[in-house]
C-alpha cells in the first residue's frame, strides 16, 4: 500500500510541473493573440489619425495661402487686372481645396465621436469668414484667426481622442485655459 502512495506522489510530482508548463504555454500563446489584435487595432487607429492629422495641416497652409492672396488682391488698385484676375483665379481653386479638406477631415473625424464636432464647425466657420470676406471684401481677419485656433484645439483633442490619449498625455494639461495651451 505505502508503495502505490509512494508511486502516487513520484508521478504527481513529475506530472505537476509538465501540467504548469502546458498550462503556462497555453496562456502565452492566448495572451500573445490577444497583442496581436491589440497592434492590429492600434495601427488602424493610428493610420486614421495620421491622415487626419496631415489632412488638418494641410486645411491650415491652403487657409493661410487664401488669407495671404486675399489680402494682396484686396490691396491692388486694379482688382481686373491682370495681377488681380490671377490671384482672384488662386483664391477660386484654394477655395475648392478648402472645401475638399474640410469634407476628408470629417471623413477622418468619425473616430473622435466625443471631439469631431467641433472641428467640423472649427473647420466650416474658418471656410464661411474666408467666403464672407472674398465676397464683401470686408472683414476681420482675427475672425478668422480665431477661427483657426479654434480649429487647431479641437484638433489636438480629436488627434488624442483617436489615438486614445488623453489632451495631457500630449503635453498640455487637459484642463487648462484655453489661451494658456500652445
Known amino acids: 500500500m505505502q508503495s502505490w502512495l509512494e508511486i502516487g506522489k513520484l508521478v504527481a510530482g513529475i506530472a505537476t510541473p509538465i501540467v504548469v508548463a502546458i498550462i503556462g504555454i497555453l496562456l502565452l500563446r492566448r495572451v500573445e493573440g490577444v497583442k496581436a489584435l491589440v497592434a492590429k487595432q492600434s495601427e488602424f487607429q493610428k493610420k486614421w489619425a495620421e491622415e487626419f492629422f496631415v489632412s488638418g495641416q494641410q486645411f491650415l497652409r491652403a487657409l493661410e495661402r487664401d488669407l495671404a492672396l486675399l489680402t494682396v488682391l484686396f490691396g491692388l488698385k486694379d482688382l481686373k487686372g491682370k495681377l488681380g484676375t490671377e490671384l482672384y483665379d488662386e483664391v477660386c481653386r484654394l477655395n475648392a481645396t478648402l472645401t475638399e479638406l474640410e469634407l476628408r477631415i470629417r471623413r477622418c473625424i468619425v473616430f473622435a465621436p466625443?471631439?469631431?464636432?467641433?472641428?467640423?464647425?472649427?473647420?466650416?466657420?474658418?471656410?464661411?469668414?474666408?467666403?464672407?470676406?472674398?465676397?464683401?471684401?470686408?472683414?476681420?481677419?482675427?475672425?478668422?484667426?480665431?477661427?483657426?485656433?479654434?480649429?487647431?484645439?479641437?484638433?489636438?483633442?480629436?488627434?488624442?481622442?483617436?489615438?486614445?490619449?488623453?489632451?495631457?498625455?500630449?503635453?498640455?494639461?487637459?484642463?487648462?485655459?484655453?489661451?494658456?495651451?500652445?
Open 114 to 182: 466625443g471631439s469631431g464636432e467641433a472641428v467640423t464647425k472649427s473647420a466650416k466657420d474658418c471656410i464661411t469668414f474666408t467666403a464672407q470676406l472674398l465676397a464683401t471684401h470686408q472683414g476681420d481677419f482675427d475672425v478668422i484667426f480665431n477661427a483657426m485656433n479654434e480649429f487647431n484645439r479641437a484638433s489636438r483633442k480629436a488627434h488624442a481622442e483617436m489615438l486614445g490619449l488623453s489632451v495631457a498625455e500630449q503635453g498640455a494639461p487637459a484642463d487648462a485655459p484655453q489661451s494658456a495651451r500652445p
